[in-house]
C-alpha cells in the first residue's frame, strides 16, 4: 500500500497526457466535449483555471459529467468492482458480470476480433 500514492500519481498523469492528446488530434465536433470532463477533479482544476485571467488554459469544448445520466448506485458498483479488481489475490470467478460479458467471452471462444468489437468479424487463423 505504500506504493499506491506514487501508482495513482502515475495513472493520472498518463491519463492526462491522452485526455491532452484527445483534445488536440480529434476535432471539438467528433468529440463534442473536454476530454478531461470523464475526471471530476481534472475538469473542476481546468475549468477554474479557464476563468483566471492571469492563466492561459485552453478552451478544449464544455466541460461536462460524462457520467450524469447513470444512476449513482450502478456508477459506485462499477467503481467499486475496478478497486476490487487491483487487490492482490481478487478472485474474478467471484465477481458478478454484466450480460455483455457472457456475448464477448463467447464470441472470444469463437476466434472473433474481439479487440475491434463493433466491427469484429471472424479472424483468418493468420498470426494468432
Same mark, same amino acid.
Given at each position: 500500500?505504500?506504493?499506491?500514492?506514487?501508482?495513482?500519481?502515475?495513472?493520472?498523469?498518463?491519463?492526462?497526457?491522452?485526455?491532452?492528446?484527445?483534445?488536440?488530434?480529434?476535432?471539438?465536433?467528433?468529440?463534442?466535449?473536454?476530454?478531461?470532463?470523464?475526471?471530476?477533479?481534472?475538469?473542476?482544476?481546468?475549468?477554474?483555471?479557464? $476563468?483566471? #485571467?492571469?492563466?492561459?488554459?485552453?478552451?478544449?469544448?464544455?466541460? *461536462?459529467?460524462?457520467? !450524469?445520466?447513470?444512476?449513482?448506485? /450502478?456508477?459506485?458498483?462499477?467503481?467499486?468492482?475496478?478497486?476490487?479488481?487491483?487487490?492482490?489475490? $481478487?478472485? #474474478?470467478?467471484?465477481?458478478?458480470?454484466?450480460?455483455?460479458?457472457? *456475448?464477448?467471452?463467447? !464470441?472470444?471462444?469463437?476466434?472473433? /476480433?474481439?479487440?475491434?468489437?463493433?466491427?469484429?468479424?471472424?479472424?483468418?487463423?493468420?498470426?494468432?
Amino acid at each position: 500500500m505504500r506504493m499506491a500514492p506514487s501508482i495513482f500519481r502515475h495513472v493520472w498523469s498518463v491519463l492526462r497526457i491522452a485526455c491532452e492528446g484527445f483534445n488536440k488530434h480529434v476535432p471539438l465536433e467528433d468529440r463534442k466535449i473536454d476530454a478531461l470532463s470523464m475526471f471530476g477533479m481534472q475538469a473542476r482544476k481546468k475549468s477554474l483555471l479557464q $476563468h483566471l #485571467p492571469f492563466v492561459d488554459a485552453p478552451n478544449d469544448g464544455p466541460i *461536462e459529467n460524462a457520467f !450524469r445520466h447513470l444512476p449513482a448506485r /450502478e456508477v459506485m458498483v462499477a467503481m467499486s468492482g475496478a478497486v476490487r479488481s487491483q487487490i492482490p489475490g $481478487h478472485n #474474478p470467478a467471484h465477481e458478478k458480470l454484466p450480460a455483455l460479458a457472457d *456475448e464477448w467471452f463467447a !464470441r472470444y471462444e469463437a476466434g472473433y /476480433e474481439v479487440t475491434q468489437w463493433y466491427t469484429a468479424g471472424k479472424t483468418t487463423g493468420a498470426g494468432v
